[in-house]
């Protein structure tokens, strides 16, 4: 069973969706279980990832990257999150930010701190989230106050991925406090961690995606050069924006990969597992929910790949982005479900992959904009 077949993904992504198969099934696969189970971060398969060039390989190639566009970024993401989820999602936050800086940017803000991400020596991350706001990017309250020729920090963020292992994040801070115009507000910053008054702890740990680790960050007149100001004030809503469009996307393919594998689990298990005397995928109910399985992942991929070119292409990415990360993570949710419930008794177990499985599809569902909030976008947003 090849549900990740290459026939829907555009030929010139046909090789690092090669490569990220063969690196998924090496480095990826056999280590799963073990850092769902211990919780650790997977340092040693990060930097394996950095040497095969899977990593971070979004960035430009004048900066030192792969330059990948956003097809090839997909078909790697569905590769990595067939594999697991939480190791996959370490491997896709390495570099999470740094298409802000690579694409609104100076050159030497590049050269600083995007060169060395690509080349493996450093990872990123970004805050935007707090613990009051989640998908509200216009109510962020975290404020950055020019003093001078330095911008100072006061506020909190949540839920940062990286916050404590990055060697830098690109920070959502409020510059302004215009009620006419809401969306102008905010400007994006480059933060060392380092920095004094910057405070990361990890979140006490999750029920899934174990292997991915995030914070919660404090910023107590943490100052930082005013060159470290990502393009100008008030830039910051909209350089989210179009970020999170094409992230949308590539979360759609965490939805694509974690299906995938919950129905390699339940095909597996439903052709093996015996009852009243014969193989329980000889049942028509058996059947017909494996059927309705292959229907919703189907749909879904149909529906993820189409979005990517009409997002690549700037065509109603809004919409697109939208309808495609909805689709997918919640397609991740009633498959594995289905396949939770054909496991039985068995699918409760920590040691069985279908359980691990169901709980990574609950996340997709909740970060990059609720899909509560998805609905709107799409509403919003009909071409």
């Excluded at 069973?1 to 998924?24: C, G, Q, T, W, Y």
């Excluded at 991350?125 to 975290?142: F, K, Y």
């Excluded at 961690?193 to 702890?201: F, P, V």
């Excluded at 680790?213 to 470290?228: L, M, S, V, Y």
Aim: charged share 25%; proline share 3%.
């Amino acid at each position: 069973m090849n549900l990740l077949d290459s026939s829907i993904v555009p030929e010139h992504a046909h090789e690092i969706k090669d490569e990220a198969r063969e690196f998924a099934r090496e480095h990826i696969e056999p280590n799963a279980q073990e850092y769902f189970q211990a919780g650790e971060y997977p340092h040693e398969i990060l930097e394996a990832g950095q040497e095969a060039g899977l990593v971070a390989q979004d960035i430009p190639e004048e900066w030192g990257g792969r330059g990948l566009d956003l097809p090839q970024l997909l078909a790697l993401t569905e590769e990595f999150y067939r594999a697991d989820a939480g190791i996959a999602l370490t491997l896709q936050l390495a570099s999470f930010g740094c298409e802000i800086t690579y694409e609104y940017g100076s050159d030497d803000q590049c050269e600083e701190y995007i060169r060395p991400v690509a080349e493996g020596d450093q990872i990123s991350g970004l805050a935007v989230s707090e613990p009051e706001t989640g998908s509200d990017l216009a109510g962020m309250q975290t404020r950055a106050e020019k003093d001078g020729d330095e911008y100072v920090l006061n506020g909190e963020k949540y839920w940062i991925g990286n916050g404590v292992e990055a060697d830098w994040i690109t920070l959502y801070a409020r510059t302004g406090d215009d009620e006419d115009n809401r969306y102008g507000n905010h400007s994006m910053f480059i933060v060392p961690t380092d920095a004094e008054g910057y405070e990361a702890e990890h979140i006490p740990e999750k029920m899934a995606m174990r292997a991915s680790k995030q914070a919660h960050i404090t910023f107590d007149d943490c100052r930082i050069p005013e060159e470290n100001l990502i393009g100008h004030e008030g830039a910051g809503f909209m350089m989210l924006a179009d970020f999170f469009n094409h992230g949308r996307v590539i979360v759609s393919g965490h939805g694509l990969g974690i299906a995938a594998a919950a129905i390699e689990e339940a095909w597996e298990f439903s052709h093996d597992r015996e009852e009243f005397g014969r193989t329980i995928n000889e049942f028509q109910a058996v059947q017909h929910g494996l059927a309705d399985m292959l229907i919703d992942f189907e749909s879904a991929r149909s529906l993820t790949w189409r979005a990517c070119e009409k997002v690549a292409n700037n065509d109603h990415a809004g919409y697109w982005a939208a309808l495609a990360k909805t689709t997918a993570t919640e397609a991740a949710v009633d498959v594995s479900e289905q396949g939770m419930q054909f496991h039985g008794g068995r699918s409760i177990l920590d040691e069985r992959r279908i359980a691990r499985v169901y709980r990574d599809a609950r996340i997709p569902v909740i970060y990059e904009g609720a899909n509560e909030v998805q609905r709107n976008l799409i509403y919003g947003q009909v071409p």
